[in-house]
């Protein structure tokens, strides 16, 4: 008797579970960039799906679309503007690698949750408007993560991992690899080097 009432509990959990997690995946949904200007020769890496064990690259044109996990690599005098919706504009430079971390959208609250990773190369961000309080855009570097709500900046990696950061509008807060924290305005500059040095260009 105590067996069978055992997994009978166990079942419900399990179903409490399942209803909660189907819930949770109606409300998230994904939040996909698409193509809208493309100069010279750039590759979406595709990662690794179920039944296929290797990433695949696909080459970019006007109207691609780039989910999370992909890897936008651009080739020599070569760029590329990815545009989510009319909030996020991302302008990808030439011999440029970013990883599409996460992008997702919550439907109950509106928010957005963009995370990037530059390994290598300079993109532009710009907010057309002010993200929601709960939305969270962050850029990774292999010396810096950079948040923002509402502006306009640059980020540049060079290719001995140290990064340059350029504010031009609104505020961007700025945690180095040693857990300092800064808050850039427009018009500053913060240069992070991979030994954990950064100076901040007023």
């Given at each position: 008797m105590r067996i069978g009432s055992l997994a009978l509990l166990l079942g419900l959990v399990a179903l409490t579970l399942l209803i909660f997690g189907s819930i949770e995946t109606l409300r998230i949904a994904p939040f996909v960039a698409k193509v809208t200007e493309l100069r010279g020769?750039?590759?979406a890496v595709i990662p690794p799906k179920l039944g296929r064990k290797q990433p695949v690259e696909r080459p970019l044109k006007v109207g691609s679309l780039v989910l999370a996990g992909t890897i936008v690599k651009t080739g020599k005098d070569a760029f590329v503007v990815l545009q989510w919706v009319d909030e996020v504009e991302m302008r990808i430079g030439p011999e440029t690698q970013l990883k599409v971390t996460r992008s997702s959208f919550n439907k109950a609250t509106k928010a957005i949750e963009a995370l990037f990773r530059l390994n290598l190369g300079t993109?532009?961000?710009?907010?057309?408007?002010k993200l929601s309080p709960r939305s969270r855009l962050e850029l990774e570097t292999p010396t810096i993560t950079a948040a923002v709500r509402g502006?306009?900046?640059q980020v540049e990696v060079k290719p001995d991992g140290e990064t340059?950061?350029?504010v031009e509008r609104g505020v961007v807060a700025v945690k180095t690899a040693k857990g300092q924290e800064l808050q850039l305005t427009a018009g500053q500059t913060v240069v992070a080097k991979p030994n954990g040095d950064v100076n901040l260009v007023k």
């Open positions: 020769d750039a590759v993109v532009f961000v710009n907010l057309k408007r502006t306009a900046y340059v950061l350029q």
